[in-house]
Nanobody
């Protein structure tokens, strides 16, 4: 069992930065690949980024490549998402999630989800 709690969302102007945090409980955190997803009003939840259990391999959606960076600290049971050069289309509720599968870009692969944190980017 893994419980996830996100924080760090807020309101920012286009071009600005935010850093999201995800704190996990559970002794087996280091076994999970951690993912970030987002959901805008009226849209499907979409993949943003993922980081393998070892932290050595990351995957990003094309829409955020070069702007977002995810990292993790297995000793502290945390995963972060640094978001730079934010755009209004980045607005949405951001979720962190955990999976043990190798398919990390599909939301159906993830077993555990946080409650989400709102990110709003104004133009």
């Amino acid at each position: 069992q893994v419980q996830l709690v996100e924080s760090g969302g807020g309101l920012v102007q286009a071009g600005g930065s935010l850093r999201l945090f995800c704190a996990a409980s559970g002794r087996t955190f280091s076994r999970y690949t951690m993912g970030w997803f987002r959901q805008a009003p009226g849209k499907e939840r979409e993949f943003v980024a993922a980081i393998r259990w070892s932290g050595g391999r990351t995957v990003y959606a094309d829409s955020v490549k070069g702007r977002f960076t995810t990292s993790r600290d297995n000793a502290k049971n945390t995963v972060n998402l640094q978001m730079n050069s934010l755009k209004p289309e980045d607005t949405g509720v951001y979720y962190c999630a955990a999976t043990t599968t190798i398919v990390v870009t599909e939301k159906t692969s993830f077993d555990y989800w946080g409650q989400g944190t709102q990110v709003t980017v104004s133009s």
